[in-house]
């Protein structure tokens, strides 16, 4: 017996509750701070490594240049996945802290998701 799989149906929250005409005053960030699917990930191509990043390059002296390109940096104005982990290597603390729905990635910082990260580093 084969089970049936059916994702064509869009999720509660995915669908629009207003006519088009209304939803961009109603609603203009539809989505905004929703777990569902990933997040930027390595594979985005806005999101750039350590090791594309000079001022980071300088400061981590100790990592490989190998061990760089394993860390990726959100790019500024990203929208940070709510009660995911993030570090700051702009902070020079790196305390890790965990993020609220409507929090982006600001100008200067250079932040790095721990999920994304190996956990070594």
Not at 33 to 40: A, D, F, L, T
Not at 112 to 120: E, F, K, R, Y
Request: aromatic share 4%.
């Amino acid at each position: 017996m084969v089970a049936k799989n059916n994702h064509s149906e869009a999720a509660p929250q995915a669908k629009q509750k207003h006519a088009d005409e209304l939803q961009r005053d109603l609603n203009p960030n539809h989505m905004a701070g929703q777990n569902i699917g990933g997040g930027p990930s390595t594979l985005d191509p806005s999101v750039k490594l350590a090791s594309d990043i000079m001022e980071l390059t300088r400061q981590l002296q100790d990592f490989t240049s190998d061990e760089l390109r394993e860390i990726p940096v959100l790019p500024e104005g990203a929208r940070l996945l709510q009660d995911a982990v993030y570090v700051d290597l702009a902070d020079p603390e790196r305390r890790a802290f965990r993020a609220t729905a409507p929090m982006l990635a600001r100008p200067g910082q250079y932040l790095v998701p721990t999920s994304d990260t190996p956990h070594m580093y």
